[in-house]
């Protein structure tokens, strides 16, 4: 048989329908079945570039993802996720499939991995140096990290900050960004070369659907990288796009929490904390329009003041 | 993947954890997460040769548990600072179970061993006293309605878990280590006064009572899902008190007679023989297997407790391992409850579980303040 | 501030972490709780100040280094000092006794 080089759809079907996708992602290896259709096809357009594991000996999170119940033939019945052999949640629609495998991968990480200092946030890097941006509720993060991603900027995770416990340095974690009802349109029109993955429909969130993240040369690699920014984003509509000096004190009150672990790691966490923070630059960002976020992204100093 | 209880044999020998393959300890993470033992997986792979291809694969699993069991380590430390005063002010000695017993003893296993909640013993004409005393505190009550309340009054032996306002801490009061509506009536009294005051203000049960009350709680008392957890506590126990206290296997046997405990000692012994080859002199053998059940139910009992003591996860499971632990669980509940009151009482706990206990479809970011998310292994 | 209140002993509580993090701003870590808190920098170093021995406001002002404040202030400052105090008591950090 010849040697597997790439993930193509075919070989991700097979793998789903057998012993799984072992899919790498940054430093973890998630092992995926699936004997639904829309999730094969979902991967094959959002994953076709990720790496092959080293080993399919070993994976850190064996998930699965299929129709529930004896009649698996009826349309809108219903589909579940296993982690390992437990189902941690209720099933959701068919047609939430694909969002529901996605969430699923997240909650994976946000669980577990308390070997580092998690953090609710996007990160994205230019020059080898990162920005975190955490999500609070109103922030805009997915939408703002998509357009950036679009627009060259490396994105190293939409959702998790995994950053070192022992130095101020982010772990990259690169999956599709998650961009829900109008953001889809939005980001479709502010660069029509976006790739989506299957859009899952009549969510809690409403529309979801995932754009395809890796297409910075570096995406796959997976050395740490140095933080150097801390911006708390907000979407105020009509405001004028700027970004505002945040205290150190305040922006790790913010951090921790919108943090996953900061109180788990005791300590620790207070300690990684304080070395993340006080190695970056803190900002508030305002932002009313993409382009104009984008613009002042453009001219930051990446290199700490 | 059948039969291959490697967690089990990796317990008994920990040196195999040398030779283990990757994808050997794919199946052993597995296992242990489901079983809980992470922690003790972590424990035992210390000081071992492992080549460093494996640790980096590994060690993240493992870390990240260690980490959890340290929180909760730091979390039953401050409650042993903020507890000892309140029960001084009242004249009621504060005496730990269990995996609080284990940590304020220092005993080794407890440096890897997931914690939960702080159980206490108390007399039970103290229980309004110590509520109150509590209360003031900033401990209230947390059952979910008047029918748990109810049950946990009358039924169980302890008042509802208490949790802390500020700090989130639950405690467990007991009066009893059985339910008074049990056949086995195990006088609170007795073990009371064995109880030794290990540092100023912080007492525990003494050696035999902590094996037996732990072998109680497995065999009578508890949802076997844990079971393979409860049996290497007890299997710690054993060993550690054979080493250091002098005379506790001449003392076992007869305590858990007195105790009219005989039977849950019999299974505790047996099956972390069975199960975790423990080292038990044949004599104290013979002597507790005079509680033994009678001779034809024991190939039954056998047939019963070794499937359900296997991890949880399907990799262990014998033919018969998900029935084997749903007949135990009902014969736990039948030994704690009278028939009348079992049959509403399981249909209410299944309705419970199945529409309350899950968490909702996955939000992108899963809500609630960090503080408020439970951390799993 | 009145005869009662001056004449209160404070003592730490617990251990904490501190973060001088600038801006007048101090993160602080309860080691015994796990808890985390901001204070200004003048209640950072009132609870570096404080020991596991009580001391009243009064005195506890008088060993703030540098600290001068003029005759006609002092008892508007002392109840300064005693509001922080009374704080950082809510928070944990310091107790009376």
Not at chain 1, 67 to 79: A, E, K, P, T
Not at chain 2, 30 to 35: I, M, S, W
Not at chain 3, 23 to 51: K, P, Q, R, W
Request: charged share 20%; glycine share 6%; aromatic share 8%.
């Amino acid at each position: 048989m010849p040697p597997v080089t790439s993930l193509d759809a075919a070989y991700i079907k097979s793998s789903l329908s057998h012993a799984g996708l072992f899919l790498s992602v940054g430093p973890v290896v998630y092992q995926i079945k699936s004997n639904l259709p829309i999730v094969a096809e979902g991967l094959a357009k959002l994953y076709s570039d990720y790496p092959l594991p080293t080993t399919q000996e070993f994976s850190d999170h064996l998930i699965a993802i299929n129709r529930q119940g004896i009649l698996r033939n009826i349309v809108g019945s219903r589909v579940n996720f296993s982690y390992d052999h437990t189902h941690p949640f209720d099933g959701m629609t068919l047609g939430q499939a694909y969002a529901f495998l996605e969430w699923g991968m997240n909650w994976c990480i946000s669980v577990h991995h308390n070997e580092y200092l998690k953090i609710h946030a996007a990160v994205l890097a230019k020059n080898g140096k990162a920005i975190v941006m955490p999500g609070e509720p109103g922030a805009g993060k997915s939408t703002l990290s998509a357009a950036l991603m679009l627009k060259g900027w490396r994105l190293l995770s939409d959702e998790h900050a995994l950053i070192k416990l022992d130095e101020p340095k982010v772990v990259p974690l690169c999956r599709p960004v998650s961009l829900k009802n109008e953001s889809i349109e939005i980001i479709q029109s502010f660069d029509n070369s976006a790739v989506f993955g299957p859009a899952s429909l009549d969510t809690h969130k409403g529309r979801v659907a995932h754009l395809k993240a890796d297409i910075h040369p570096d995406s796959h690699d997976a050395n740490a990288i140095k933080v150097t920014r801390l911006i708390f984003p907000r979407f105020v509509p009509n405001a004028k796009t700027n970004l505002s000096p945040k205290t150190r004190a305040e922006s790790f009150m913010r951090a921790a929490e919108q943090s996953f672990n900061y109180s788990t790691l005791g300590q620790q966490g207070f300690f990684s904390m304080k070395g993340l923070v006080s190695a970056c630059e803190c900002s508030e960002f305002i932002y009313s329009d993409l382009d104009s976020a984008v613009a002042l992204f453009e001219q930051l100093d990446m290199v700490t003041a | 993947m059948k039969d291959s209880f490697l967690l089990a044999e990796v317990i008994q020998t920990p040196e195999r954890l040398s030779g283990l393959r990757l994808s050997d300890w794919n199946l052993l993470i597995r296992q242990a997460r489901y079983t809980g033992l992470l922690g003790k997986l972590y424990q035992l792979t210390l000081g071992l040769d492992i080549s460093s291809d494996i640790l980096e694969k590994i060690i993240p699993h493992l870390l990240s548990t260690q980490i959890i069991v340290n929180k909760q380590r730091d979390g039953l430390h401050c409650e042993l600072v903020k507890l000892p005063p309140i029960f001084e002010d009242i004249n009621i000695p504060l005496i730990l179970l269990k995996g609080g017993a284990y940590y304020a003893l220092g005993l080794p296993f407890s440096a890897s061993r997931m914690l939960s909640d702080i159980d206490l013993l108390v007399p039970k004409q103290a229980l309004p006293r110590v509520e109150a005393a509590l209360a003031v505190q900033g401990w209230q009550s947390q059952s979910k309605d008047a029918y748990d309340e109810h049950y946990y009054r009358e039924w169980m032996h302890e008042i509802p878990p208490l949790v802390h306002r500020k700090r989130k801490s639950v405690l467990d009061v007991h009066h009893t280590i059985l339910p008074p509506t049990t056949k086995y009536n195990p006088d609170p009294e007795k073990i009371m006064a064995a109880a030794r005051e290990v540092s100023p203000g912080i007492w525990t049960l003494c050696p035999e009572d902590l094996v037996i009350h732990s072998a109680t709680h497995l065999f009578h008392d508890g949802e076997l899902e844990h079971g393979l957890r409860d049996l290497v506590d007890i299997h710690e126990l054993l060993q550690y008190f054979a080493e250091n206290e002098a005379g506790f296997w001449a003392r076992l046997v007869p305590r858990a007679i007195e105790l009219d405990l005989l039977l849950p000692l019999y299974y505790g012994l047996h099956y972390a023989q069975a199960i975790l080859n423990t080292a038990i002199p044949e004599s104290v053998m013979q002597h507790v297997t005079q509680g033994a059940p009678n001779k034809m139910m024991r190939p039954l009992m056998d047939w019963l407790f070794l499937r359900a003591l296997r991890s949880a996860h399907s990799s262990c499971d014998l033919f018969g391992s998900g029935f084997a632990r749903w007949i135990l669980y009902v014969r736990s509940h039948y030994l704690r409850m009278p028939l009348t009151l079992l049959i509403p009482h399981l249909l209410r706990k299944a309705w419970k579980r199945r529409f309350k206990d899950k968490a909702e479809a996955p939000n992108e970011f899963l809500g609630g303040a960090p503080t408020d998310r439970e951390p799993l292994v | 501030m009145s005869a009662d209140e001056s004449s209160l002993s404070w003592k730490r509580a617990v251990e904490t972490q501190k973060y001088w993090s600038g801006d007048g701003l101090v993160v602080c870590y309860d080691e015994l709780t796990g808890d985390t808190h901001v204070v200004n920098e003048f209640a950072a170093n009132l609870l570096d100040i404080l020991s596991d021995e009580g001391v009243s406001t009064d005195n506890l002002c008088a060993s703030i280094p540098n600290l001068s404040v003029p005759e006609e202030q002092k008892s508007d400052f002392l109840e300064y000092v005693n509001n922080i105090l009374l704080d950082l008591c809510e928070y944990g950090l310091v107790e009376q006794g």
